[in-house]
């Protein structure tokens, strides 16, 4: 089992910027990739960027390319979400997700973490 733990979650105005980190604990070894979904009121949740082991590649949902940055350190099992420019669409439940990047598979999931941009 993996523990995942979001933390960097609050309001913050339109145009701001917002760090989210996810520390990742327990059987760390079964997955080599991370990364980070969210989920609107009324929205299903939808992916927003990764960390892939496999060939050490980030990638990002097209709407928050140039915006968002994903960090990680796949060794220490942490990742982050760097979200600059934020835009009130962007308000959402965040969550960070650790899995297995061979098969694109996200196994286990943190609790999630509140994000709100106001206008």
């Known amino acids: 089992q993996v523990h995942l733990v979001e933390s960097g979650g609050g309001v913050v105005q339109a145009g701001g910027s917002l760090t989210l980190a996810c520390a990742a604990s327990?059987?760390?070894?079964?997955?080599?990739?991370m990364g980070w979904f969210r989920q609107a009121p009324g929205q299903e949740r939808e992916f927003v960027a990764a960390l892939r082991g496999l060939d050490n590649r980030s990638e990002y949902k097209d709407g928050v390319k140039g915006r968002f940055t994903i960090l990680g350190d796949m060794n220490e099992h942490k990742v982050y979400l760097q979200m600059n420019s934020l835009k009130p669409e962007d308000t959402a439940v965040y969550y960070c997700?650790?899995?297995?990047?061979?098969?694109?598979?996200?196994?286990?999931w943190g609790q999630g973490i509140q994000v709100t941009v106001s206008s």
């Open positions: 997700a650790a899995g297995i990047s061979f098969y694109n598979s996200y196994n286990f």
């Open positions: 327990g059987r760390t070894d079964s997955t080599d990739q």
